[in-house]
């Protein structure tokens, strides 16, 4: 039905930066709340950063001033800058979507999806 597919994840270094980026496909009327999510070992899974349709935005304490969120709804892609990496911020990052299902050319129920993550490491 939908499929979210996350990319950009890596190795890097403290202090450097990495873009993470979430593609949306398959039978989507429209895209409502985004976010990024992340789990590292042994730790659940805690919100990173989130996005509405119409640009609202909202950030883990954690990393204000360091992350930034984006949309393209046109392309149905989000993104994550994500800049001053520390080695806290390693995890593997999650997309996730609340999407309103297009069948039959018509608007049908809304679901949440996850995509299957990216893994991001940072070294001291």
């Known amino acids: 039905q939908v499929q979210l597919v996350e990319s950009g994840g890596g190795l890097v270094q403290a202090g450097g930066s990495l873009r993470l980026s979430c593609a949306a496909s398959?039978?989507?009327?429209?895209?409502?709340?985004m976010g990024w999510y992340r789990q590292a070992p042994g730790k659940q899974r805690e919100l990173v950063a989130t996005i509405t349709s119409g640009g609202s935005t909202n950030y883990a304490d954690s990393v204000k001033g360091r992350f930034t969120i984006s949309r393209d709804n046109a392309k149905n892609t989000m993104h994550l800058q994500m800049d001053s990496l520390k080695p806290e911020d390693t995890a593997r990052y999650y997309c996730n979507a609340d999407v309103t299902l297009l069948r039959v050319g018509a608007p049908f129920g809304q679901y949440n999806y996850w995509g299957q993550g990216t893994q991001v490491t940072v070294s001291s």
């Open positions: 398959g039978s989507i009327f429209s895209i409502h709340a």
